[in-house]
Each structure stands twice: as C-alpha cells, then as structure tokens.
C-alpha cells in the first residue's frame, strides 16, 4: 500500500533554533518527493521537489534530504523563526498516474 | 498569493443541501486538481484534468460529488445531498503539466462545514 508517514507529528522549538522533520515513504514506483508548508487556513506552498537522483535540495533555511534506498527524507530548517510555524507537508509522486501521496504532516510551532 | 483562487473561502450548510464550489487555476496552467483536507490530515486527491478531460477520479469521490472543467479553464466541484462527513477543507491546484517535476499551486481553500 502506498503510504507517506511523518515525524514527529507535532513539534515546539524556541526561534532561533534548528529542526529536522522526517518523511518515510513506501510509494511506489517514484517520481519524485515533494515538502510543502501549509499554514493554518491556507493552501499548501511548495518548499522542495527532488528526484530520484538528488540528494539534497536547499531553499533558503530550508534543506531537504533524501534517501532513495531506504524512501527516507528529511527536512531540516535552520535558525528558525516566528513565521516558521506552520504544518509541513511530505508528498510523493508516483510515475504512472498522476497520483499525489501527502503525508499527514508535521506541525511545527516556534516560540519566542 | 499563489495565483490560484477559489470561492467561496467558507460554505456553512445543512445537511442534504447540494453545494458547489469555484477554483481558478494559473491562466496557462493545463492541469487542475481537486482535494479534500479535513483537520489533522494532509490532503487527500479527489480528481484531476488535464484541459477540459477529467482523467482520474480517486475512490474518494462517490457518486454525489461532481466536477467539471468545461472549457479547460475553471473548474466546478459539486457536492450533492451532503453529509456531515463531507465537513472538510477542498483544495485546488494548478500545474503546468509535461515535466514530473512540475510545480503545483494550490489555492486558499474552501472550508465546508454541513451542520
């Protein structure tokens, strides 16, 4: 069964500090692995998108992480801040179809 | 602002009334997405069309849900005789489809409540 899990499901981290999300996947065959940051009441918007080749993708403070042998994937964000809180997202696409798998998500909270 | 809109933002309804929501997706997107979030859940795929053709429609989507795209631009999603289970957030998105790794850009959202 194709399967997006998160850790930990919830998180609070004081600002300036860092965090790492953990995405594991059993979505197969793969196309690609997707992080988005959904605030509360709003859509999704997208952090990162990695293939199978890439390893690591960075957006700002933002660095994903993936292993594709063991459909593991991080998201690590660093020198956190107030505006960081939010749900994130792991998704993974398949490569036949056209099918989206989301992960419930990690909420994360950063504190003053 | 994604560039992606939906209305209404929120619909408050009672049971067994037939409800319908908007999406506006990028103008040049060619594919559009519908999902359903409820709270403490990521989004769960509903259906997708590439243009005006819907070419998937998830196990999710029962008989009283509808959705068109009829001229390849907006889309409509109907919810028929709703049920309180039906209470959730329906998303939108848009991607310029060809590559994998296409963007997708999901709207606000449209909060449903069926009381």
């Known amino acids: 069964k194709n399967q997006v899990e998160q850790s930990p499901q919830s998180l609070i981290i004081l600002e300036g500090k860092n965090c790492t999300l953990q995405?594991?996947?059993?979505?197969?065959?793969?196309?690609?692995l997707r992080w988005y940051k959904q605030d509360t009441g709003r859509g999704p918007v997208s952090l990162t998108i990695?293939?199978?080749?890439?390893n690591t993708k960075s957006n700002g403070r933002y660095t994903a992480t993936l292993d594709a042998d063991t459909k593991q994937s991080s998201l690590h964000i660093t020198a956190s801040q107030l505006s960081d809180s939010a749900s994130y997202i792991c998704v993974v696409r398949t490569n036949t179809g056209n099918q989206f798998y989301f992960g419930t998500g990690t909420s994360l909270t950063v504190i003053p | 602002d994604t560039g992606v809109s939906q209305d209404p933002r929120h619909k408050i309804t009672k049971r067994g009334q037939n409800v319908t929501f908007r999406c506006d997706p990028i103008?040049?997107?060619?594919?559009l997405y519908w999902y359903r979030q409820t709270l403490g859940q990521g989004p769960e795929f509903l259906t997708y069309?590439?243009?005006?053709?819907?070419?998937?429609k998830s196990r999710l989507l029962s008989d009283r849900f509808s959705a068109e795209r009829p001229k390849g631009s907006f889309s409509t999603l109907e919810i028929q005789r709703t049920e309180q289970g039906d209470s959730a957030m329906y998303l939108c998105?848009?991607?310029?489809?060809?590559?994998?790794?296409?963007?997708?850009?999901f709207g606000p959202g449209t909060r449903l409540t069926v009381t």
């Open positions: 995405c594991n996947y059993t979505v197969s065959p793969f196309s690609n």
């Open positions: 069309f590439q243009n005006e053709a819907q070419l998937e």
């Open positions: 998105a848009s991607s310029l489809g060809g590559q994998d790794n296409y963007e997708q850009y």
């Open positions: 103008s040049e997107h060619n594919r």
């Open positions: 990695m293939t199978f080749s890439e």
